[in-house]
């Protein structure tokens, strides 16, 4: 309705001024501090992007690998040399991650592109395992 009615749906934002959402952040902030999670992050990422190196970096189905912080990306192609994709109405990307999944690992798949979104907080072991299982769901789809 027009202002002047006093009829506007008036709203603020979930988040505006309340109390459990400010708890729940100065608690995160807490922990970030006392576990020094940005700092572990930090170590776990450089050793995630040697160890991806390492398992994927000599794959005949990897073009490139590509980080910021924690976050991976393997780049799926046909050819590793020339960079040439996969045909997309195959749907690598999306087929590997559905088999990651039913391994129990979550990826983010965009296009031929598989993404790790790991939590901060992850363990080098937990990463591991990550790797691994994307290496068997690889194995799976691709047939290597």
Not at 19 to 25: D, E, I, K, Q, S
Not at 35 to 54: D, F, K, P, S, Y
Not at 112 to 140: G, H, R, S, V, W
Request: proline letters at 6%.
């Amino acid at each position: 309705a027009d202002y002047g009615q006093g009829r506007a749906f008036l709203h603020s934002h979930t988040y505006a001024g309340n109390p459990l959402g400010c708890a729940a952040a100065l608690a995160v902030q807490k922990i970030f501090r006392e576990q020094h999670i940005l700092e572990t992050a930090h170590e776990n990422a450089v050793w995630l992007t040697q160890e991806m190196q390492h398992a994927f970096g000599g794959h005949p189905h990897v073009g490139e690998i590509r980080h910021i912080g924690l976050i991976h990306a393997l780049e799926l192609v046909r050819d590793p040399l020339t960079k040439e994709p996969f045909d997309p109405k195959k749907r690598l990307g999306y087929a590997i991650y559905k088999k990651a999944l039913s391994y129990g690992l979550v990826l983010r798949p965009l296009g031929d592109i598989l993404y790790f979104n790991p939590p901060l907080n992850i363990t080098k072991a937990e990463l591991t395992t990550a790797m691994e299982i994307t290496q068997k769901a690889m194995a799976d789809v691709l047939g290597e």
